[in-house]
């Protein structure tokens, strides 16, 4: 007998995600672990507190020099860390210090 509505567990579970609203803050928390892997450890040793609020990625930097080249650099950085988790999770990053 051959089934026919078959779903990969994958797909299963992010649908059940989905349905209860815990995709998008998933999605954020992978996010966040993705700073330090793509930034590389140079700019992990300068970075402090990371969180997002209602879209934005706020990022502790604690070198003038360094966060002045992120800022430069941050629409690049939107679109790198939003492809690393598949899915337009943030639209900008703030940079305090």
Same mark, same amino acid.
Request: net charge positive.
């Given at each position: 007998?051959?089934?026919?509505?078959?779903?990969? %567990?994958?797909?299963?579970?992010?649908?059940?995600?989905?349905? &209860?609203?815990?995709?998008?803050?998933?999605?954020?928390?992978?996010?966040?672990?993705?700073?330090?892997?793509?930034?590389?450890?140079?700019?992990?040793?300068?970075?402090?507190?990371?969180?997002?609020?209602?879209?934005?990625?706020? %990022?502790?930097?604690?070198?003038?020099?360094?966060?002045?080249?992120?800022?430069?650099?941050?629409?690049?950085? %939107?679109?790198?860390? &939003?492809?690393?988790?598949?899915?337009?999770?943030?639209?900008?990053?703030?940079?305090?210090?």
């Amino acid at each position: 007998m051959k089934r026919q509505n078959t779903q990969s %567990v994958g797909a299963v579970i992010a649908q059940v995600l989905r349905e &209860n609203g815990l995709e998008k803050p998933l999605l954020e928390h992978r996010l966040i672990e993705a700073w330090p892997t793509l930034m590389g450890s140079l700019v992990q040793k300068y970075t402090g507190t990371i969180e997002i609020q209602n879209g934005v990625l706020i %990022v502790q930097i604690k070198s003038a020099a360094l966060r002045q080249e992120l800022f430069i650099a941050r629409h690049q950085l %939107v679109e790198r860390l &939003n492809n690393e988790v598949g899915a337009d999770i943030i639209t900008d990053i703030r940079l305090r210090g």
